[in-house]
């Protein structure tokens, strides 16, 4: 079954701090991946994407994230974090190939919430 | 630069009370969502539409029906209310299978 993992739920971190939120997904053939954020209040907002090419991807706001095949995984990563990152993170994957409209959707993670103290 | 727009904003029904909820894009975006949003459950996914004029189930269908009369707007509705059905509704568009979506600011809907 197709399905998309985020390990941590709730990370607490200080300002400056690495960051690296896991994502890991199981979907059958070439998939799409993405991030979302979702401020506090607020709708989801893409951060990055990931369709081909360079597995390293670069998004807003010094966010990145690397697609390794073999693990199945698109980990975010941010070198220095902010207070304004404070938001909930959503991993998301989505089928390359379109069988008559019926996976016209994408599968989100369950979310990791990401507070950072000041 | 409206984008996708849901109204109404928040709503309080009694267990039975019927609604519908408005989803409306302007970006001649053919795909359009409907999603759940639940605390530690993330989003799931209940109707979608690849089309004007076409609907398909998602994860969570049940309880809910939708329509997409027009290629704009994508309606969702609640046949009888249930204190199940308490959540943040989102509505998305997005130009085809692959890409990215574009929310709307969501609809709380609390079922007493």
């Known amino acids: 079954a197709q399905s998309v993992s985020q390990h941590n739920h709730h990370v607490i971190l200080s300002e400056a701090a690495s960051l690296e939120l896991g994502c890991n997904y199981s979907?059958?053939?070439?998939?799409?991946l993405f991030w979302y954020v979702q401020y506090p209040g607020q709708h989801l907002q893409l951060l990055l994407k990931?369709?081909?090419?360079?597995?390293l991807v670069k998004g807003i706001k010094g966010f990145e994230a690397e697609f390794i095949k073999s693990k199945f995984s698109f980990n975010l990563r941010k070198p220095s974090v902010q207070w304004s990152d404070t938001a909930e993170y959503f991993c998301?994957?989505?089928?390359?190939?379109?069988?008559?409209?019926?996976?016209?959707?994408?599968?989100f993670g369950k979310g990791t919430k990401l507070s950072v103290k000041p | 630069n409206a984008g996708v727009t849901q109204t109404p904003k928040f709503r309080v029904l009694k267990t039975g009370q019927s609604m519908t909820l408005l989803c409306a894009q302007d970006?001649?975006?053919?795909?359009m969502y409907w999603y759940r949003q639940d605390p530690g459950m993330g989003l799931r996914l209940i109707h979608y539409?690849?089309?004007?004029?076409?609907?398909a189930k998602g994860e969570v269908p049940d309880g809910y029906n939708v329509s997409r009369l027009k290629k704009q707007n994508f309606l969702l509705g609640l046949e009888s209310a249930a204190p199940s059905q308490t959540s943040v509704y989102f509505c998305?568009?997005?130009?085809?299978?692959?890409?990215?979506?574009?929310f709307g600011n969501g609809t709380r809907l609390t079922v007493t």
């Open positions: 998301a994957a989505g089928a390359t190939l379109n069988y008559g409209g019926s996976q016209g959707n994408l599968i």
């Open positions: 979907y059958g053939g070439t998939v799409n």
């Open positions: 990931y369709f081909s090419g360079d597995p």
């Open positions: 970006m001649n975006h053919e795909y």
């Open positions: 539409s690849v089309g004007e004029g076409t609907t």
């Open positions: 998305a568009s997005a130009v085809s299978y692959n890409s990215p979506l574009h």
